[in-house]
């Protein structure tokens, strides 16, 4: 509800006159569109932190590990070249394509909490993903090695580009430097789908295993739910940032 407003001012900044004041608004409404998925990110992020401490604390009736969990979503969609293991850190747990292995944190492994089992069994909905040559998940990994070089040379291509645009009035490394940061914003769409649809699977294979049932299905829904919701604040802020460096660009074409 709260974007359609802003992008209009956007807008506005840019098609309505006098110059000086059009700028005003499209910095005013580019700041508030930065300002407001900021706190929308913190929020999320302490909700998240909160559902999983409160959920790491029940445990469900199956006392399995979370480590038990992933082995047994694996065996049962007949997945056996994928390993479980352990790393350090708290909600560090990812699977890896490139080792085969479901990697699971400090706070997963070991517990046999709700919130332990539901992330277990949606990293390995990841490695189910990838067992059936999952569309969005293969075009994500096709994009990292871009992704990797583009967000390291991005600014400072847009830097020089800034310099050279205040010389010579040139934007076209400008551009390319957006083109860079965009790739990112890219990177962070595709991630949705894959994120959302790796849950959906954990949570659709908890049921059908009867490894969650009732309550505890419930609670392993909200905990997803606010995880997912995490790669949609980093998408928003992606496309943020692009929008950032158009309008700066765009901005310094009218100075």
């Known amino acids: 509800m709260m974007t359609f407003p802003l992008f209009a001012l956007l807008q506005a900044g840019y098609y309505q006159q006098p ?9 005013m409404g580019m ?3 930065i300002i407001i998925i ?31 969990v992933a082995e047994k979503m694996l065996r049962d969609n007949n997945i056996h070249n994928v390993k479980v293991t352990h790393v350090s850190g708290e909600l560090t747990d990812h699977f890896n394509p490139q080792t085969m292995t ?15 089992a539901a992330v ?11 067992a059936q040559g999952y569309a969005p998940l293969v075009m ?7 992704v990797q070089f583009a967000s390291t040379a991005s600014t400072w291509v847009i830097i020089l580009g800034l310099i050279i645009l205040a010389t010579t009035r040139n934007e076209m490394l400008c551009w390319i430097g957006v083109g860079m940061i965009a790739m990112s914003a890219i990177f962070s769409l595709v991630t949705l789908p894959v994120e959302y649809n790796a849950s959906a699977r954990a949570l659709e294979w908890l049921k059908s295993s009867r490894t969650m049932q009732g309550a505890e299905l419930v609670q392993a829904r909200e905990a997803l739910s606010w995880a997912a919701r995490t790669y949609l604040v980093a998408a928003l ?3 943020a940032s692009v929008l950032y460096y158009v309008f700066l660009i765009l901005g310094r074409r009218d100075d």
């Open 38 to 68: 900021g706190i929308l990110g913190y929020v999320v992020q302490a909700r998240l932190q909160s559902v999983f401490r409160k959920y790491s604390e029940v445990q469900f009736p199956g006392a399995m590990t979370g480590a038990e």
């Open 31 to 33: 700041y508030l569109l």
């Open 120 to 130: 277990a069994a949606h990293e390995c909905g990841h490695a189910v993903q990838h």
């Open 140 to 146: 994500r990994s096709q994009l990292v090695p871009v």
């Open 102 to 116: 479901v990697n699971l944190s400090d706070s997963v492994y070991s517990s046999t909490s709700v919130a332990a």
């Open 19 to 27: 110059g000086g004041m059009s700028m005003s608004a499209a910095s």
């Open 237 to 239: 802020s992606a496309v």
